[in-house]
């Protein structure tokens, strides 16, 4: 499980790293999670790669909603981004990268064209915040074909290029974007899927927000998985001790382990045992 706790002093660093390696790129691959699709970008990204080619990557596909991973693939379509379904993990979708950084760069590629320069690599770069799977992505996209470049004039030292292909480099340390936990919901989605430090969050908490959002978005499936059985007039408290009655959490004799059973839901649902399962829909 990542942890990760922010303050004032890491996110300056994160950003100034940003604003460093950033001029160093002609294409953003961002990465978002496909459960928490808004939560998960740090739209301060937008400014930063203002000028740059961008494409955003829905990761984790697998875990999300297939259908609402398609309402996501159309809100960010009409937000002007390449945009693609992947899961880094097993590598389904990644492959078709390839033509859409061709897209994403066909301006920048036709400029170089007019002014006589052929052959310059597009330079790109991962971003996205922590546990999104940019390591995880970065290796199953460059593979173990790919062959590290050294440092070349003009290129800060130190920084390592991924060679893909002729056309393409990629910066190989992942740039890290801060979560904005301004919102308390953005706040709770990001806590649900695992971004947060659990050290900070309540899980008992944490598992009836999930369990209310549950009953209300999939009903179903938390009587499936946990083979329960739940009437309207119950609420996230009675099917947490139903989790633990079904699941055996006792502490000692009779009593309910209700943090077990809690932390046992909150498990199931990050590791995608509940169901594919989306947190957010794109606003109008
Ligand atoms: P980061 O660099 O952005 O911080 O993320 P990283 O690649 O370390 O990935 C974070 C976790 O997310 C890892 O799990 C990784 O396996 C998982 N992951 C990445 N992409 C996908 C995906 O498309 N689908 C699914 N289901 N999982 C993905 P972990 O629990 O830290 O490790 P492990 O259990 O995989 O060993």
């Known amino acids: 499980m990542a942890e990760y706790q922010w303050y004032p002093g890491h996110m300056t660093k994160a950003k100034r790293m940003m604003q460093e390696d950033i001029k160093l790129i002609d294409l953003v691959i961002e990465l978002v999670d496909a459960r928490v699709p808004f939560g998960s970008r740090n739209p301060?990204?937008?400014?930063?790669g203002k000028n740059k080619s961008?494409?955003?990557?829905?990761?984790?596909?697998?875990l999300a909603d297939a259908k609402k991973n398609k309402l996501w693939m159309g809100?960010?379509?009409?937000k002007g981004f390449?945009?693609?379904?992947?899961?880094?993990?097993?590598?389904t979708g990644v492959k078709s990268i390839q033509g859409v950084v061709q897209e994403a760069c066909r301006d920048k590629i036709e400029r170089d064209r007019r002014r006589g320069i052929l052959n310059r690599p597009v330079r790109a770069m991962v971003v996205g915040i922590p546990n999104v799977g940019k390591s995880t992505f970065i290796n199953s996209f460059a593979g173990r074909a790919c062959a590290k470049t050294g440092n070349r004039p003009g290129v800060t030292k130190g920084k390592q290029w991924i060679r893909l292909n002729k056309g393409l480099e990629l910066l190989d340390t992942p740039g890290i974007l801060w979560p904005k936990f301004e919102d308390q919901t953005v706040g709770l989605h990001l806590a649900m899927i695992g971004s947060m430090n659990d050290e900070i969050v309540h899980l008992d908490e944490l598992a009836y927000e999930l369990i209310r959002f549950l009953r209300g978005e999939y009903p179903g499936l938390l009587e499936k998985r946990y083979d329960i059985e739940i009437s309207d007039g119950q609420d996230a408290y009675d099917v947490i001790r139903a989790v633990c009655v079904s699941?055996?959490?006792?502490?000692k004799g009779e009593e309910l382990d209700i943090m077990k059973a809690s932390s046992m839901v909150v498990d199931d649902f990050r590791s995608g045992r509940i169901g594919r399962i989306t947190l957010e829909i794109p606003e109008e």
């Open 44 to 48: 301060d990204i937008d400014e930063l």
């Open 54 to 62: 961008r494409i955003i990557l829905l990761n984790k596909s697998d």
């Open 75 to 78: 809100y960010f379509a009409d």
């Open 82 to 91: 390449h945009a693609l379904e992947i899961n880094a993990k097993t590598g």
């Open 247 to 251: 699941r055996k959490c006792y502490l």
